[in-house]
T-cell receptor
Framework: KAGVTQTPRYLIKTRGQQVTLSCSPI?????VSWYQQTPGQGLQFLFE???????NKGNFPGRFSGRQFSNSRSEMNVSTLELGDSALYLC???????????FGEGSRLTVL | DQQVKQNSPSLSVQEGRISILNCDYT??????FLWYKKYPAEGPTFLIS???IKDKNEDGRFTVFLNKSAKHLSLHIVPSQPGDSAVYFC???????????WGLGTSLGVNP
């Protein structure tokens, strides 16, 4: 069974640009969560989607948004990029709304 | 306000010895706890979990202990192996939304 797939794996953007990251969950999983990981802050929860609806949201500004499609694939978008947005963005899926999360390898974003 | 705290940023042990990673939490409503392991440039992988109705859960070399009165859990790895060198994250959740709250991680180094 294929794992969680995130694209792109690496990307470089400049301040003010916007970026879209994609996540394909494990087949059959309907919940997708997004996390930001930075060295000093650990794993910071961004949001969770289940059946195309946002169930939970972390404490990030409105520049961070996401959505989930009917096939459970998810995208997250960051607009007006700032230097501090440089991080590893991790996507995780699970079958329902409880239980362990299965993570992808992440998308490494560098903002110059 | 860090609800889940891993107070040791790093830990070093000899191969074959026991590794003990600690995690403290402040929210007494947490009822499900998980440990994840993360290698560089990879997403976290699930290790072991424990429900608040138990005080111990064991899976091979990994055992998690939960002390609810002290709001403390620990992960024991016996015997430690060089391949266990990674960052270990503790996470907790509560309620129906099951949003995971993460610690900042402890970097474990196992020396041959």
């Amino acid at each position: 069974k294929a794992g969680v797939t995130q694209t792109p794996r690496y990307l470089i953007k400049t301040r003010g640009q916007q970026v879209t990251l994609s996540c394909s969950p494990i087949s059959g999983h309907r919940s997708v969560s997004w996390y930001q990981q930075t060295p000093g802050q650990g794993l910071q929860f961004l949001f969770e989607y289940f059946s195309e609806t946002q169930r939970n949201k972390g404490n990030f500004p409105g520049r961070f948004s996401g959505r989930q499609f009917s096939n459970s694939r998810s995208e997250m978008n960051v607009s007006t990029l700032e230097l501090g947005d440089s991080a590893l963005y991790l996507c995780a899926s699970r079958a329902g709304t409880v239980g362990e999360l299965f993570f992808g390898e992440g998308s490494r974003l560098t903002v110059l | 306000d860090q609800q889940v705290k891993q107070n040791s940023p790093s830990l070093s042990v000899q191969e074959g010895r026991i590794s003990i990673l600690n995690c403290d939490y402040t929210n007494s409503m947490f009822d499900y706890f998980l440990w994840y392991k993360k290698y560089p440039a990879e997403g976290p992988t699930f290790l072991i979990s424990i429900s608040s109705i138990k005080d111990k859960n064991e899976d091979g070399r990994f055992t998690v202990f939960l002390n609810k009165s002290a709001k403390h859990l620990s992960l024991h790895i016996v015997p430690s192996q060089p391949g266990d060198s990674a960052v270990y994250f503790c996470a907790a959740s509560t309620g129906n939304n099951r949003k995971l709250i993460w610690g900042l991680g402890t970097s474990l180094g196992v020396n041959p």
